[in-house]
């Protein structure tokens, strides 16, 4: 995305306060299309705003900026600046867990699940580092053809084409929310299920991304906004993946184990909840 | 859930035998410790023949009661005769060295497979040689329709029994790739049977593929099969591995005549 550089003086992007916005002279937008505006008021000062805080009442100037009478919060936007952090965050989250999913996937498959998601959320990274310009729904869907193509045994094609999926949900368009978000995880999830089958019940990923967006529609449903929603399906899919202790896997490698799968959690369902875990930590930080 | 227990009427078998074996199956599945009263519910047992089945079952170590919650699990001798069945198991035996050497010599995991009613029962299992951890697989069930290992058997059957198996659906979906359409299964196998090999394609496991061969014995039946398993991007890069496909066919060849296949039975 192309970042406005701040237009006088200062260093970065700051956030203005609600109050000075408000007050005359009014605000003009002098570039800027979408988040991050910069906004010069008064006659020297300037100022960028970022996400999480939008200009309404705007009118239109010359060149394509706005004078801008009022600043008010606006929900956290969906945008490829989210979606960067939710996947770099989410890789950090996934070494961090490796040995630990690792471990949990030595007692009912082939002990390769830590390994094979950090390999795998590394590339991405990598990958995304070097890829710019991208939009939110570009990025996830890039993010989960480097899975596909680059994890090894179910995670790589299972999570690799959810994300695929729901990049290709969310598009690129500027303004997505948490409305967006919640539509392009449920095309996620259907991808899930249409390459693995499984339902609820099976002992699989999906025991904790159902609830999880459950939890997050619900949520947004009350009115709650994305940080709120986030948080709630991370909750839920938490709880989601703790519930496949006492299951007997019906789905995947596992289910070769019969009864014996039954007490240990779900390594896929235990990836699902750290992701969505993130995904919460990075809306309640850009809220 | 009352099973042969409730229903003495078949000629010539035991009720009490059984009763036992029922009481046994049940500590095999479902929640592994079973009070009596559970047990005399689920089975339709009156709880003091229950419980007397137990006591003797116990007296020949084939259930033990927890000490702490007095419910009932299976004991040691279980474990006993099920690596007897393993031992004793022809094609398992003939299949050890087969199967080693066609792991060592393609670099993946091997199993060897028996028919049992729909599903395979893996007899024989050798971890890819790469180090990793890898669980056993022995013991698994699969439903013959959703891996190699069954549609290599299947094919090879009588005319009446293959419609017998593919009138036996619904078949099950283990991965949205599952062929279930028991039209398709039969071109399937019609395939198997021309090329003298099987494969499938993440149809049992995500990520997963596998190629086997049949294994036949004197008279020329299929006793089992055998097959290579792994990652989908190293078995079937683009269609299945024509590498693999030859070791795997050699292999159930080889097998096939340590069973007394002759020459014309060790087809394919």
Same mark, same amino acid.
């Given at each position: 995305?192309?970042?406005?550089?701040?237009?006088?003086?200062?260093?970065?992007?700051?956030?203005?306060?609600?109050?000075?916005?408000?007050?005359?002279?009014?605000?003009?937008?002098?570039?800027?299309?979408?988040?991050?505006?910069?906004?010069?008021?008064?006659?020297?000062?300037?100022?960028?705003?970022?996400?999480?805080?939008?200009?309404?009442?705007?009118?239109?100037?010359?060149?394509?900026?706005?004078?801008?009478?009022?600043?008010?919060?606006?929900?956290?936007?969906?945008?490829?600046?989210?979606?960067?952090?939710?996947?770099?965050?989410? !890789?950090?989250?996934?070494?961090?867990?490796?040995?630990?999913?690792?471990?949990?996937? !030595?007692?009912?498959?082939?002990?390769?699940?830590?390994?094979?998601?950090?390999?795998?959320?590394?590339?991405?990274?990598?990958?995304?580092?070097?890829?710019?310009?991208?939009?939110?729904?570009?990025?996830?869907?890039?993010?989960?053809?480097?899975?596909?193509?680059?994890?090894?045994?179910?995670?790589?094609?299972?999570?690799?084409?959810?994300?695929?999926?729901?990049?290709?949900?969310?598009?690129?368009?500027?303004?997505?929310?948490?409305?967006?978000?919640?539509?392009?995880?449920?095309?996620?999830?259907?991808?899930?299920?249409?390459?693995?089958?499984?339902?609820?019940?099976?002992?699989?990923?999906?025991?904790?991304?159902?609830?999880?967006?459950?939890?997050?529609?619900?949520?947004?449903?009350?009115?709650?906004?994305?940080? !709120?929603?986030?948080?709630?399906?991370?909750?839920?899919?938490?709880?989601?993946?703790?519930?496949?202790?006492?299951?007997?896997?019906?789905?995947?490698?596992?289910?070769?184990?019969?009864?014996?799968?039954?007490?240990?959690?779900?390594?896929?369902?235990?990836?699902?909840?750290?992701?969505?875990?993130?995904?919460?930590?990075?809306?309640?930080?850009?809220? | 859930?009352?099973?042969?227990?409730?229903?003495?009427?078949?000629?010539?078998?035991?009720?009490?035998?059984?009763?036992?074996?029922?009481?046994?199956?049940? $500590?095999?599945?479902?929640?592994?410790?079973?009070?009596?009263?559970? &047990?005399?519910?689920? $089975?339709? $047992?009156?709880?003091?023949?229950?419980?007397?089945?137990?006591?003797?079952?116990?007296?020949?170590?084939?259930?033990?009661?927890?000490?702490?919650?007095?419910?009932?699990?299976?004991?040691?001798?279980? $474990?006993?005769?099920?690596?007897?069945?393993?031992?004793?198991?022809?094609?398992?035996?003939?299949?050890?060295?087969?199967?080693?050497?066609?792991?060592?010599?393609?670099?993946?995991?091997?199993?060897?497979?028996?028919?049992?009613?729909?599903?395979?029962?893996?007899?024989?299992?050798?971890?890819?040689?790469?180090?990793?951890?890898? &669980?056993?697989?022995?013991?698994?069930? &699969?439903?013959?329709?959703?891996?190699?290992?069954?549609?290599?058997?299947?094919?090879?059957?009588?005319?009446?029994?293959?419609?017998?198996?593919?009138?036996?659906?619904?078949?099950?979906?283990?991965?949205?790739?599952?062929?279930?359409?028991?039209?398709?299964?039969?071109?399937?196998?019609?395939?198997?049977?021309?090329?003298?090999?099987?494969?499938?394609?993440?149809?049992? &496991?995500?990520?997963?593929?596998?190629?086997?061969?049949?294994?036949?014995?004197?008279?020329?039946?299929?006793?089992?099969?055998?097959?290579?398993?792994?990652?989908?991007?190293?078995?079937?890069?683009?269609?299945?591995?024509?590498?693999?496909?030859?070791?795997?066919?050699?292999?159930?060849?080889?097998?096939?005549?340590?069973?007394?296949?002759?020459?014309?039975?060790?087809?394919?």
């Amino acid at each position: 995305m192309n970042h406005p550089s701040p237009c006088h003086g200062r260093p970065g992007p700051v956030r203005l306060p609600v109050s000075t916005a408000s007050q005359s002279p009014p605000l003009r937008v002098v570039n800027g299309s979408y988040g991050p505006y910069c906004v010069r008021y008064g006659r020297t000062r300037s100022v960028v705003l970022y996400a999480g805080v939008g200009l309404t009442h705007g009118r239109r100037g010359p060149e394509g900026g706005a004078d801008v009478s009022d600043v008010l919060p606006l929900p956290t936007p969906v945008d490829a600046a989210f979606i960067r952090r939710w996947i770099r965050d989410a !890789a950090d989250e996934i070494a961090a867990n490796r040995d630990y999913l690792t471990q949990l996937d !030595a007692a009912i498959g082939d002990a390769d699940h830590g390994i094979n998601m950090d390999r795998g959320f590394s590339a991405v990274v990598t990958d995304l580092t070097a890829a710019e310009g991208l939009g939110p729904g570009a990025l996830l869907t890039r993010a989960g053809s480097t899975l596909v193509n680059r994890v090894g045994g179910a995670a790589g094609p299972l999570f690799g084409s959810c994300f695929r999926d729901a990049g290709a949900e969310l598009g690129d368009g500027s303004g997505a929310g948490a409305e967006d978000l919640l539509r392009a995880l449920h095309a996620g999830l259907a991808a899930i299920q249409r390459l693995g089958a499984a339902i609820e019940g099976d002992k699989t990923i999906v025991d904790a991304f159902v609830p999880a967006l459950a939890g997050f529609e619900k949520e947004l449903r009350n009115g709650g906004a994305l940080d !709120a929603s986030a948080s709630r399906a991370a909750v839920a899919a938490r709880e989601g993946a703790r519930a496949t202790i006492p299951m007997e896997a019906r789905k995947g490698r596992a289910s070769y184990l019969g009864q014996r799968s039954v007490g240990h959690q779900d390594p896929g369902a235990t990836s699902t909840a750290l992701l969505f875990g993130v995904l919460a930590r990075v809306a309640g930080r850009s809220a | 859930m009352s099973e042969a227990a409730s229903s003495p009427e078949r000629r010539g078998t035991i009720q009490s035998v059984e009763r036992a074996a029922s009481i046994l199956k049940a $500590l095999g599945r479902g929640s592994a410790r079973l009070g009596v009263t559970e &047990i005399s519910e689920q $089975l339709g $047992l009156a709880k003091g023949t229950a419980y007397g089945l137990l006591r003797t079952l116990e007296a020949q170590g084939m259930v033990e009661q927890d000490a702490d919650t007095d419910k009932y699990r299976l004991g040691p001798a279980m $474990l006993q005769l099920g690596n007897a069945f393993l031992d004793n198991h022809e094609l398992r035996g003939r299949s050890l060295l087969w199967a080693d050497s066609l792991a060592s010599r393609v670099g993946e995991a091997v199993r060897v497979g028996v028919l049992n009613g729909s599903t395979v029962l893996v007899v024989h299992h050798v971890f890819r040689p790469d180090n990793s951890v890898q &669980i056993l697989e022995v013991g698994a069930s &699969i439903p013959w329709h959703a891996c190699a290992l069954g549609r290599a058997m299947v094919a090879y059957l009588g005319e009446a029994e293959v419609e017998a198996m593919l009138g036996a659906g619904p078949f099950e979906l283990l991965t949205g790739r599952t062929l279930v359409d028991p039209v398709e299964l039969e071109s399937v196998l019609i395939e198997v049977a021309t090329r003298g090999i099987a494969v499938e394609d993440q149809e049992a &496991i995500v990520g997963e593929a596998e190629i086997a061969a049949p294994v036949f014995d004197h008279r020329g039946h299929p006793v089992g099969s055998i097959g290579v398993v792994g990652p989908v991007e190293r078995l079937h890069p683009d269609g299945a591995s024509p590498s693999l496909v030859t070791a795997v066919k050699e292999t159930g060849r080889g097998l096939s005549r340590d069973m007394g296949a002759g020459r014309l039975a060790a087809r394919g």
